[in-house]
């Protein structure tokens, strides 16, 4: 019985949090009578954890494509799930052509942030490697999202990496490194939330909802069990490592972020201190502010032709070479 309801409860936080996620981005009107302009190809597995598949959603344009290819990271507090995919989210960027991948990660509480950024970065190697099977060239690789979906389009922007050319899997030697970012209200530096020195280090410094993603725990030797990480300059160092802001160098790919001014739950702060830092860097960032917007807004949807525009400009093919 105590299980039972345990089970519930977990369940009921996990609805609450997939509400959010979904509730991030309201759908776009419905096209109810029209045939779909698009492909969907749903549930292709990209990679496995702890014996789980993990998947993606694969919309193509029945249309002329434009060879290019954008990664959505379906993620809301770091919880992700097959059913937060909002095709409205998904079209404005087919209507320029694109084929959009929607990408589900290993999701909280269950797991954290560093070993989501592990499956957001397999999910652009497996889309890399499959390139040619989905006819998009894998030199022209955008990546957006909102909230902790922002904050992976910028880890994988900022921290993508060539892949480890004697791994086993040949995925794992592709790159994880994305061509353009385009992302909503991100977290980007956990050592200073809203201010200097305003660490989150700790699980319980952040709301509730959200602290199972930052519970962090390691396989103790003498007793191989896994034990809480308490250790303030390992958890510093830890944050430090999913805080994007820490990876910026001068190859980072373009950046674009739109951020409400009122946002309560993530500081403008964090994308202002993010943008300075690429500026400084030598890298093209731009940061759109909503004058009173919050963590969302009721017309967000209509920002996201903003970024196709963003991408239109950073992933158009060399002239010779366009479709």
């Keep these: ?30 096209r109810a009578a029209q045939e779909p302009d698009f492909t969907r190809q749903e549930d292709v597995i990209y990679g496995r954890k702890d014996g789980t598949a993990l998947t993606l959603d694969v919309f193509a344009p029945k249309d002329e494509s434009n060879g290019a290819g954008i990664v959505l990271v379906v993620s809301g507090g770091f919880f992700s799930s097959h059913e937060a ?14 084929t959009v991948f929607a990408v589900v990660h290993g999701s909280q509480p269950r797991y954290t942030v560093p070993e989501i950024v592990e499956d957001m970065n397999r999910a652009v190697r497996f889309i890399r490697h499959h390139a040619a099977d989905y006819g998009i060239d894998p030199d022209r690789i955008g990546v957006t999202g909102a909230s902790a979906g922002g904050h ?22 592709e790159s994880s490194q994305v061509q353009a970012v385009a992302c909503f209200f991100p ?11 305003q660490e989150k280090l700790h699980a319980r410094d952040h709301q509730k909802p ?22 303030e300059d390992r958890l510093r160092e830890i944050t430090a490592d999913i805080s994007p802001v820490t990876h910026v160098s001068p190859d980072d790919p373009p950046t674009l972020i739109i951020h409400g001014d ?39 949807t209509e920002d996201l032709e903003t970024f196709a525009d963003w991408f239109d400009e950073h992933l158009a093919a060399p002239e010779g070479e366009r479709q």
Excluded at 88 to 95: A, K, N, R
Excluded at 187 to 197: A, E, R, V, Y
Excluded at 210 to 231: G, M, Q, S, V
Aim: hydrophobic share 40%.
């Design 262 to 300: 009122r946002d309560e739950l993530v500081p403008l702060q964090q994308s202002e201190v993010m943008v300075e830092a690429m500026e400084g860097a030598g890298v093209e960032a731009k940061l759109v502010v909503k004058e009173g917007a919050g963590h969302g807004w009721p017309t967000i």
């Design 1 to 30: 019985m105590w299980c039972h309801r345990r089970t519930r409860a977990v369940l009921l936080r996990l609805s609450c949090l997939l509400a959010l996620a979904v509730s991030v981005m309201p759908a776009l009107p419905c």
């Design 210 to 231: 959200f602290r199972p993603a930052f519970d962090y725990y390691e396989r103790d030797e003498e007793t191989n069990l896994l034990e809480p990480i308490t250790d």
């Design 187 to 197: 977290p980007t530096d956990f050592l200073n939330f809203g201010g200097s020195g």
């Design 152 to 173: 992976l389009s910028l880890m994988l922007g900022t921290d993508g990496d060539q892949g480890d050319p004697d791994a086993r899997d040949p995925v794992d030697r």
């Design 85 to 98: 995919i909002n095709p409205g989210f998904v079209q404005p960027f087919l209507d320029r052509g694109y």
